[in-house]
């Protein structure tokens, strides 16, 4: 998956209630349907607000605001200590349980991401540009604590465990463990569908 500018991008309010209807799946409710009017829960639960926050910061850098996506980002920092950067594009039914220490620099992020605490995903450097950063596929579990840093690709349905550092490219539905992280493929049966 690459940022495109020529791709018809999801609406702020579709992102926004895909990213709740994550969180009801999660927390026992997956039956409940989100309504529009449940929008402002993306802001005051704290599970939901940092996602929220990145939301609103994206759909400002998208709009070419970007000094009040900068605030905005900050204000994820100073609330929740969770830094997602607004260049980052991140698709529908993104998921953090536990945000805090989290540092998303990634080019773009699949759908169906759940990513825990203490995550870094970014630049194998200190750079202040935007290339040389992962690209995350879809339906993506990150563990606490893991690394995901450099110009890397990890494929669609990968798990990377706690604690893992990944530095090199990866293929689809890869376990990914240990430091620098082996990757071994996750058995799945032809019809099994990918809920993380």
């Not at 449940?38 to 970007?66: D, M, Q, T």
């Not at 609330?79 to 953090?96: D, K, P, V």
Request: net charge positive.
């Amino acid at each position: 998956m690459t940022p495109d500018s020529r791709v018809i991008r999801p609406s702020l309010i579709y992102l926004l209630k895909s990213d709740l209807e994550r969180h009801y799946f999660y927390s026992g409710r997956a039956e409940k349907p989100v309504r529009s009017y449940h929008i402002w829960r993306n802001f005051l639960v704290p599970r939901c607000a940092p996602v929220g926050i990145y939301r609103l910061s994206r759909w400002l850098h998208e709009k070419r605001i970007k000094p009040l996506a900068k605030i905005l980002t900050w204000c994820n920092f100073f609330l929740f200590g969770t830094e997602i950067a607004s260049n980052c594009q991140i698709g529908s039914h993104f998921y953090m349980p536990h945000a805090a220490g989290t540092v998303i620099g990634a080019m773009s992020i699949g759908h169906h991401a759940v990513i825990y605490h203490q995550v870094t995903l970014g630049a194998k450097e200190i750079m202040f540009g935007y290339a040389g950063r992962p690209v995350v596929g879809d339906n993506v579990f990150i563990a606490a604590g893991a690394k995901v840093i450099g110009d890397i690709v990890i494929g669609d349905g990968c798990i990377i465990a706690a604690n893992a550092v990944v530095n090199k490219s990866t293929p689809i539905n890869s376990l990914l463990v240990g430091v620098p992280a082996k990757a071994s493929p996750v058995k799945r049966r032809p019809n099994d569908t990918v809920l993380y």
